[in-house]
C-alpha cells in the first residue's frame, strides 16, 4: 500500500522530489534493511543538480507502474542489480538554453523540425547533433497533448526544445512554457499590438502576464527557473505577411521578442507569388535579406525555415542566426519517393517540401 501511495503521487507530477525520494526508502530500506544517507538524493527541483533516485531493478518487478510514470516526466534511467545501490536508477537532467550561449559566440544555431506525434523522431533529431528541435504544433500532426513525451525525447544535453503554438493564444503559449519549452515561435505576428501581445504571455510579471505554474519546466530546466525564466526563455515572432514585412521594425522593437523567424511560404503568397521555400533571388530575397539587417541593426536575432540543408547553410553564411535544416515528416516523405522511383523506374522522384 505504502508503495502505491508514492506511484500515485510521481504520477501526479507534483513533489516529484518527495515522490522519488519516498521510492528510494522503501526499495533500499527492504533490501538493504538500513536507511539510505541523507545526501544520497540531491536538492529540489529548481537548484540546478540532478535528481538523483538509487533503487534496485526490484522496483521494475515490485512496482513497475513507479518506472512507467517516472519516464511519462521525462527522466533518464539505468537498471543496475539488486545490492548496487551506489549507483543511480534514474536521474533528472537538466536542459538549458544553448541558443543563447551560441549566440553570444557569434555562432548560428541548426534547428530540426519535428512535425511527428513520434518520440523517436524527436530522439533522432536530438541525438545526431542538431543546436535545437523545434515542435510544430501549428501544421504539425503532433497536438499540446503530445508535447510532454516529445520534450522528454528532446531533452539532452545541449539541445534546447523550441515550440511553434498554434496561434497567438495565450493559454497554449503558457502550457508550452510551462512544459519546458525554452524557445516559443508564434505565427503571423503582423503587428507591434499582437507582438507585445505575445511577448506578454511569455513573460512572468512585472514584464508580462504569464501566470506561474511551471510544473515540468520548474523540474527539468536549469537554474532558479522561477526568478530567471524570463531571461532563459527565446521568443520568436513569425514573420509571414506583407504587413509584418512593413510592420518588421516596429515587431522587432517590441520589449520581449528576442528574434524573428521567417515563413517564407506564406510570405511569397502574400507578395503573390506561389508558396515556396529556399528563395534565390528577386524580390522575396531582398526580403530575406533586409529584414536580417534590421533585426541586427536592433540587437534582435534572425531566423528563417529552409527546405534544404545547402540553402540553409546559404543563410548561415549570409548572416542567420537560426536556420532550420531538417524537417522530420518532409524527410521521410522525400527518402520513400525516391527510393521508390529509384527502384521503380532507376530514376530520384522530385522531392517536395510539404
Request: net charge negative.
Amino acid at each position: 500500500m505504502e508503495e502505491r501511495c508514492s506511484c500515485a503521487l510521481v504520477a501526479w507530477g507534483q513533489g516529484i522530489w518527495f515522490a522519488a525520494r519516498r521510492i528510494f526508502l522503501i526499495e533500499e530500506c527492504k533490501s538493504s534493511r538500513h536507511n539510505p544517507p541523507k545526501d544520497s538524493i540531491s536538492g529540489p527541483p529548481g537548484s540546478g543538480i540532478a535528481l538523483v533516485v538509487l533503487v534496485t531493478n526490484k522496483t521494475l518487478t515490485s512496482c513497475p507502474t513507479a518506472a512507467c510514470s517516472i519516464l511519462r516526466l521525462g527522466l533518464e534511467f539505468r537498471l543496475v542489480p539488486n545490492g548496487q545501490q551506489s549507483k543511480p536508477f534514474m536521474e533528472i537532467t537538466v536542459v538549458s538554453n544553448s541558443l543563447q550561449s551560441l549566440w553570444q559566440s557569434n555562432q548560428s544555431a541548426l534547428n530540426a523540425w519535428v512535425s511527428l506525434p513520434s518520440v523517436f523522431s524527436a530522439e533522432i533529431a536530438t541525438h545526431t547533433g542538431f543546436d535545437a528541435v523545434t515542435v510544430d504544433l501549428q501544421h504539425g500532426l503532433a497536438d499540446i497533448s503530445d508535447l510532454p513525451s516529445l520534450l522528454a525525447g528532446i531533452k539532452a544535453s545541449g539541445v534546447t526544445p523550441v515550440v511553434r503554438v498554434p496561434w497567438l493564444e495565450a493559454g497554449d503559449i503558457m502550457r508550452c512554457l510551462d512544459m519546458g519549452a525554452l524557445g516559443i515561435i508564434c505565427p503571423m505576428i503582423n503587428t507591434p499590438e499582437q507582438a507585445t501581445e505575445f511577448a506578454s504571455y511569455a513573460l512572468y510579471p512585472p514584464e508580462g502576464v504569464r501566470s506561474n505554474g511551471p510544473i515540468r519546466a520548474s523540474l527539468v530546466c536549469e537554474g532558479d527557473y522561477g526568478n530567471q525564466a524570463n531571461e532563459m526563455i527565446t521568443r520568436f515572432a513569425m514573420l509571414e505577411t506583407r504587413e509584418a514585412i512593413t510592420n518588421a521594425e516596429a515587431i522587432l522593437s517590441t520589449p520581449g521578442i528576442d528574434a524573428y523567424y521567417l515563413g517564407p511560404s506564406d510570405l511569397a503568397r502574400s507578395y503573390g507569388y506561389p508558396a515556396k521555400l529556399d528563395h534565390q533571388d528577386g524580390e522575396l530575397y531582398d526580403i530575406i535579406v533586409a529584414t536580417m539587417e534590421l533585426a541586427h541593426r536592433l540587437g534582435k536575432r534572425a531566423g528563417i525555415h529552409c527546405g534544404t540543408v545547402e540553402y540553409a547553410q546559404k543563410m548561415r553564411d549570409l548572416g542567420y542566426d537560426f536556420v532550420t535544416g531538417w524537417a522530420d515528416g518532409v524527410a521521410l516523405k522525400n527518402t520513400a519517393t525516391q527510393t521508390v522511383a529509384s527502384f521503380r523506374q532507376g530514376q530520384v522522384g522530385e522531392s517536395s517540401v510539404y
